[in-house]
């Protein structure tokens, strides 16, 4: 089983396998039915003040990824992040964000969690 981080605006893909939506607000300019995403676990999206914070350019990427991680503590988001390891135990998964860098975003932290 693979977990891997794609755009949400990028075109499906055969072996995307579970599409799995990691970002809270859904992506502007994209109709649903187009992004065909399977789940959509809010709980998992980092809060708004880390994400503020991350996005002023306040600090590094790697202090974002600590911060993230200590929020995935809670219990609301160690459920939503059960239920998509469950997912990867069943097949591939794609997780996808709007992010314009996904390799410097919450979604490759994730995919590192799932994947270790």
Do not use: C, N
Request: aromatic share 6%.
């Amino acid at each position: 089983m693979s977990v891997r981080v794609r755009r949400v605006y990028d075109p499906v893909e055969r072996d995307d396998g579970a599409r799995v939506l990691v970002d809270r607000l859904w992506p502007r300019g994209l109709a649903k039915d187009a992004a065909r995403v399977d789940e959509w676990p809010k709980a998992l999206t980092p809060s708004t003040e880390l994400r503020r914070w991350y996005h002023a350019g306040e600090g590094s990427y790697e202090e974002f990824a600590e911060r993230y991680e200590t929020e995935l503590a809670s219990e609301e988001a160690s459920e939503a992040l059960d239920g998509v390891r469950e997912l990867v135990r069943r097949g591939d998964v794609t997780l996808l964000t709007a992010s314009k860098t996904p390799e410097q975003s919450h979604a490759t932290v994730l995919a590192r969690l799932l994947e270790g």
